[in-house]
């Protein structure tokens, strides 16, 4: 990948988890770029949305986990 382009997936997943924030959607920087990598891929947003919350009344200890700040 090439520095801008790299620069350009940086700054775009920035938004997107100031977005989440924002949401208090509670989703790490990680867990987003896997998300929107899912999604370029193909895969249904609103169904990965679904599997998350299913995820998270299952489990619902691993929603603290998921909340913690990501570093960089």
Do not use: W, Y
Request: with cysteine; net charge negative; glycine share 2%.
């Amino acid at each position: 990948m090439d520095p801008e382009a790299a620069r350009t997936a940086r700054d775009s997943l920035e938004l997107v988890f100031h977005m989440s924030n924002i949401l208090d959607t509670g989703l790490d920087r990680h867990t987003l770029s896997v998300l929107i990598s899912l999604c370029d891929l193909g895969l249904n947003p609103e169904a990965l949305a679904a599997v998350i919350k299913e995820f998270r009344q299952q489990n619902p200890s691993s929603q603290q986990r998921t909340s913690a700040p990501s570093v960089p």
